[in-house]
């Protein structure tokens, strides 16, 4: 899943990224209402957790045009007001769902995931193909019964090839998926981390390499 966070309170938005990362999220950051904007015309986001209250371009701005753009993006918005006025005023603006600060992470995390379910075809909590059952929830995977051990990116690019329900999947699609944008295009951390989860996955290998197209499973 590719999440953007927007939020103007720097400490508070590199710890959500980072939690998120450690959820097996593809995470960019921006502090400002202009960079956000910024951001959605280059890149295709599941989700974005925005900070109403934003400096430069305010959040009420940035979640119009998300609407005005016609994006399948989810936004999850954030403000210190718990006033029930300025929730409904945010969710008549495009927002699909508000979260008042202070928040508990895990309740963060949750939110965020049943947003990204809704960007896509809904698919079972629990995700079974070829003898793999993974569960993003639990960020647990089995393959036969036994259990695997993922490192976040890896678990990450299993996710994603796993929900393309046996449809090849491209190594840039899985680069825009799994990793954030400061990772170098042209680096080959995507057949690495195919490589290596295909080795814990084990015999025989069910992620399959389309020459020339990229991988399925």
Not at 50 to 78: A, S
């Amino acid at each position: 899943m590719r999440v953007l966070v927007v939020e103007d309170e720097q400490l508070l938005a590199d710890a959500v990224a980072t939690g998120l990362r450690r959820e097996a999220m593809a995470v960019d950051v921006v502090y400002d209402g202009a960079a956000a904007l910024e951001r959605i015309e280059i890149n295709d986001y599941d989700v974005i957790v925005l900070d109403r209250d934003l400096p430069v371009v305010h959040g009420d701005d940035v979640c119009r045009k998300v609407v005005e753009l016609g994006m399948p993006t989810r936004v999850l918005m954030l403000t210190a007001s718990g006033d029930v006025s300025d929730r409904v005023a945010g969710l008549e603006l495009g927002a699909d769902d508000y979260l008042p600060k202070p928040f508990a992470f895990s309740e963060l995390v949750a939110r965020v995931r049943a947003l990204g379910r809704r960007t896509t075809v809904a698919l079972p909590p629990v995700l079974e193909r070829a003898g793999i059952k993974l569960d993003p929830n639990r960020r647990e995977v089995f393959r036969d019964g036994r259990e695997v051990q993922l490192a976040p990116k890896e678990f990450a690019v299993l996710e994603v090839l796993m929900r393309s329900e046996g449809a090849v999947v491209s190594a840039e699609q899985l680069l825009e998926k799994a990793w954030d944008e400061n990772t170098d295009p042209f680096t080959n951390v995507v057949r690495v981390t195919v490589m290596t989860l295909r080795r814990k996955l084990g015999e025989p290998a069910v992620i399959v390499t389309v020459p020339g197209s990229g991988y399925r499973i």
